[in-house]
């Protein structure tokens, strides 16, 4: 958590509001920044291809969902390993065991690579799309799945200003080359999609110098590297299982609405290959820029404010502090992330609002049809929620509230899969419902799990039970890290 406070408060100390202003700006580069400059890299592309008269649009959805089902089906699998892994580089990190950090990366690597190429395996399974087009899709689609792992040990060890600038760069590429393949389109060879696979491939080419940008980094972060234990990892599965499920089911909630929705009234199958809905698909893409101010101030308010009574709470309890001086510094922590969380709810809340009032002016300037605006404010409201519930099972996971966190994200992607059935009969009039309910729905618990776990938070820091079962028959994971670090030669 002190990863970046350090600078944010030094920024907050000088009495100037550009300093405020810079302290924000930096907060939104390290939280968002590689994000947005995707988000806005996809969007950007999306609006660049609609002027490509002498590209069609079937060509034009072709590559549009070709991006969009590399980038759904990446951060799914991401979800698999993401928090545990996360948990064991940070605990190499107090241990100062820094050697086995690359070979943790290299060992997470493999799996992923493993899981991608299964995944892409029975897309190709499916599809009768050319095997040269299958296999353009399926080195972005592994592009993308490096792209986070780095991005995962990258953020780890601090190293902002070098994934940003990754990002940024791999982004300018992937626009540039996608604008010069589409005004001379003609001049290529001419076969079956061969628009799309040419804009795709210029694309591709731009997220493989992010990729190339974050692993220089990597190198340059980690210089003592040695290859021995890279699926040590893997008995943090068996040791913090909670951490699998909530990365997982958070990750699968977050999309599972549509995933349904493809199936249902405006569903549109493309070249056999692609099921998708592009009303909702569309409503919910704009939606998820709403939630960059939580993404922001969160950031700002728990590595100034916030993070100083937490560190000296937490001091008191590790260092064999006084019962009174726990008590005190209870009280302080709880009066400021209660004071923080409500601003939080606040601004955002203001600003989800203020989005909803005037939706049907902003996205009918895009030219966007009158459905899509009134989905979108159904939406926007699930986005609001969804961003709630992804900030407080960060906050139940900094108290350790492992179970907590885990029951919030089940509730999370319960209450999304079910009630996207329960609403598809309705079809356009029912589309937003599902994600909006459902992710207030989980949004309540969390907020009532925070509470009740914060009023006797000092009783679990001392009383917290281990998750982990001695027992080797029970520890599946942890041998098969062994077995694999047994054979591995590279």
Known sequence: MAGIGFKLQKLFQEDYFSSRLKAYAFAGLVTSGPWLIVIVTI?????LTSYFSIVSLEERAIFNLSVSYCFIFSQVILGIQQLVVTRYVADLFYEKKFKEIFATFIG???????????????FIWVSPLPFVFELVIFSLFITINLIWVLFLFLSAAKFYQAVAYSFFIGAAISVGLVYLIGVNIDRLPSFEHASSLFLLIGFT???????FGLLMSMLMTFPEREMKRQFNYLSYFDRFPSLFWTGFLYNIGIWVCNWV??????????????IYNRTYDTAIFWSYLTIIPTLIIFVVSVETRFYERYRVFYGYINEGGTLQQIKRAKASMQLVLKQEMERLFRSQGVFTLLVIITAGYLLSSLALESNIISMFRFTTIGAFSNAMVLVITLIL???EDRKGAMITS???FGFNFTLSFIFLPMGYDGYGLSFSIGSSLAFLYAVIRL?????EVDYYAFCTPNENNSSDSKQPFSRMGQWLDERTFL
């Open 261 to 274: 929705i493809w199936f249902g009234e405006g569903s549109s199958t493309l070249v056999d290959s692609f």
């Open 397 to 399: 996971l900094y108290f």
């Open 108 to 122: 997470m690597t493999k799996f992923t690579l493993l899981i991608a190429t299964i995944t892409w395996v029975i």
């Open 410 to 412: 089940i509730l999370f």
């Open 43 to 47: 969007a950007l592309i999306q609006w």
């Open 205 to 211: 080419i731009g997220m493989i110098v992010t990729l």
């Open 451 to 455: 509470i009740t776990f914060i009023d």
